[in-house]
């Protein structure tokens, strides 16, 4: 036996382990049937990462970056045509035609264009940004100076959700006499006004806060009766607006994990310890949310804008034709005799003056949306290896993610 056993010592290479030749042929077997290798001496990690499984989770990311610019290069500079229409129906008291459908706006565009320049619907643009840079670089000083979180994503606790609201309140108290002087410079017609400097928002909104008590002009209100209704408004807008986000993605996620479990190849494992798409999930909700508070909402911001506007001696372009200009006189006392006065006068039809622009102004924004997803989409299946079994299904995937 010894004999034996020395003869197979002086076959067998130094080193080599008599049990490594059937450790080779098992982990060989394994890698061909399996497609990976994963010695014994180590544990089991699960299989590698799909090549196409990352490159269709990137493309989404792709996808959901641009819809995000899309949306906020759309929200705050490419919908500001149909802001002025609807601003200049809101303000205007004696409006006949309430221009609540969009058909009817489309006729007194034309109009607009033929009698004054074709930027007559681009007035107040640069105000208009001013004031929104200005809200954020006043809610980043507070924020600096209190310690108090400026998102709420960085809200951990109640106490510091409150100091967040209370952050957005003192913000749109502060910026509350600019938002007036921007708001005159957008609905003020060009051809009966003088066209304002650029930085003429912060003379006159300085001048609203110097008149803080008595304004010199006629039926103006003074700044600290309108601060208040426009902090309320802004505040509650803002706080449905984030109720109505969080309650649509827990909708959301609720009907991706039915479709998940329902599908042939859903892994109840990696449905634990996983959650794709969260970004795409945000992104749908807070187009929703943004979409459904500027319907709700809207009754309230024409009151708003009404106080705003009384006493600044604004002529606005008279939107029942297109061809003529009017005066803005009103003499409401407050938020409550706005109301009353209007549901009086015009009826609760008053209320929604000019919601025909907000509907335009709505559907160009999802077709801008829908634009960049399908540019997005095929630009990315052209950057992708022609020889990539599941392209189309990821375009397809891609195309319709945000409106499945």
């Not at 003379?203 to 009766?225: D, Q, V």
Request: net charge neutral; glycine share 6%; charged share 20%.
């Amino acid at each position: 036996m010894a004999g034996f056993g020395d003869y197979n010592n002086y076959n067998r290479p130094y080193g080599l382990d008599p049990n490594r030749e059937t450790n080779d042929l098992y982990d060989t077997r394994y890698q061909q049937i399996y497609g990976y290798h994963t010695p014994l001496n180590e544990e089991y990690q699960g299989p590698p990462l799909v090549m196409d499984d990352i490159s269709e989770e990137e493309n989404n990311t792709y996808v959901t970056t641009a819809i995000s610019v899309a949306s906020l290069v759309t929200e705050n500079l490419l919908s500001h045509p149909f802001i002025v229409l609807r601003r200049q129906c809101q303000v205007h008291n004696t409006l006949k035609n309430y221009h609540i459908v969009p058909y009817t706006l489309l006729p007194v565009v034309v109009r607009l264009h033929r009698r004054q320049e074709c930027t007559t619907l681009w007035k107040g643009i640069g105000s208009t940004c001013i004031v929104k840079g200005l809200n954020l670089a006043i809610e980043d000083v507070i924020s600096k100076g209190t310690g108090w979180p400026k998102e709420i994503s960085k809200c951990g606790s109640i106490v510091q959700f409150l100091q967040h609201m209370a952050l957005k309140c003192i913000s749109l108290a502060v910026i509350t006499p600019f938002y007036s002087a921007s708001l005159v410079e957008t609905v003020q017609s060009d051809i009966a006004s003088d066209k304002p400097a650029l930085l003429d928002v912060f003379r006159e909104g300085f001048m609203r806060i110097l008149e803080w008590g008595t304004p010199s002009r006629g039926r103006m209100l003074p700044i600290w009766a309108i601060v208040l209704p426009t902090v309320a408004f802004g505040i509650s807008k803002y706080f449905a607006h984030l109720t109505l986000k969080s309650i649509t993605v827990r909708v959301l996620q609720f009907q991706q994990r039915h479709r998940h479990e329902l599908s042939p190849t859903y892994d109840m494992n990696k449905a634990k310890t996983s959650n794709p798409l969260i970004e795409d999930l945000n992104l749908k909700a807070n187009i929703f949310s943004f979409i459904a508070m500027e319907i709700i909402f809207y009754p309230v911001e024409t009151i708003i804008h009404r106080l705003h506007i009384q006493g600044t001696r604004t002529i606005i372009d008279n939107l029942d034709a297109g061809t003529a200009v009017t005066p803005i006189l009103t003499g409401y006392e407050g938020f409550i005799d706005c109301y009353n006065t209007t549901i009086t006068k015009e009826g609760f039809g008053g209320l929604y003056k000019g919601f025909g622009a907000l509907v335009l102004q709505l559907a160009a924004h999802l077709a801008i949306i829908k634009f960049t997803t399908l540019v997005v989409s095929e630009m990315s299946n052209l950057l992708k290896p022609a020889n990539s079994p599941n392209s189309e299904e990821t375009v397809s995937s891609q195309q319709k993610y945000l409106f499945n």
